[in-house]
């Protein structure tokens, strides 16, 4: 069975600088990557996700992030963090393609402050 | 991306009573529908996975007679709560996949508060 780890309830940063909100997985076979954001009493919003190809993402907002085979890792960053970004963020895998629901991380709260 | 909408967004309703939530896929044909329950400050767990015509495979720990399903159409699943209870307060989120299946839409949401 696969499963996501965010190891950081809560990721403070300021304005303007550099932010990462970390996340690490466990799957079988090539594992499809996927992180969301949501605001209060929203659905979830897609950023971005890793299939194959170039290991660093480029996704909405700003925001990438980097898949790392060897350290079965996928980094949420942004280089210049927005207020409006404050939110909570969520890892998400799945082992490969098809109809095959997403296992999610247990979210990490990012609070960006002026 | 694809456009999913639910409804109703935010439902407050009596133990004992039962709720519809219906989930539409807009502009796809969702062959596959998860439903997934998201608890305050809680990552979301999926409850339930549905092809279209075909009866839902529940996950451990969910009660099949409390939480049916009917995916009836290619862009309409329903999710009814019956007898409900204040446990059953929840957010309740639909995922239609159409039949390539690499692209995960999400609607956006149903606040369920049982009093």
């Known amino acids: 069975a696969q499963s996501v780890a965010q190891p950081e309830d809560q990721v403070n940063v300021a304005e303007g600088n550099p932010l990462t909100v970390k996340c690490t997985y466990s799957v079988s076979g090539n594992p499809y990557l996927f992180w969301y954001v949501q605001y209060p009493n929203r659905g979830l919003q897609f950023l971005l996700k890793?299939?194959?190809?170039?290991?660093l993402v480029k996704g909405s907002y700003g925001f990438e992030a980097e898949f790392n085979k060897s350290q079965t890792s996928f980094h949420l960053k942004k280089p210049s963090a927005l207020v409006s970004d404050s939110a909570l963020y969520f890892c998400a895998v799945r082992p490969g393609g098809g109809r095959r629901a997403l296992t999610f991380g247990s979210g990490t709260r990012l609070q960006v402050q002026p | 991306g694809a456009v999913v909408s639910q409804h109703p967004s935010w439902v407050i309703c009596k133990s004992g009573t039962s709720v519809k939530i219906e989930c539409r896929s807009l502009?796809?044909?969702?062959?596959?529908m998860f439903w997934y329950r998201q608890f305050p400050k809680q990552s979301l767990m999926l409850m339930a996975t549905?092809?279209?015509?075909?009866?839902?495979?529940?996950e451990q720990g969910v009660e099949k007679d409390k939480f049916l399903i009917n995916h009836a159409s290619l862009t309409l699943s329903t999710l009814t709560v019956t007898s409900a209870h204040p446990e059953d307060s929840s957010f309740y989120i639909c995922s239609p996949t159409g039949t390539g299946g690499n692209e995960q839409y999400f609607g956006p949401g149903t606040r369920l508060t049982v009093t």
């Open positions: 502009d796809f044909q969702a062959t596959t």
């Open positions: 549905s092809n279209e015509g075909s009866k839902a495979t529940y």
């Open positions: 890793y299939i194959t190809g170039d290991n």
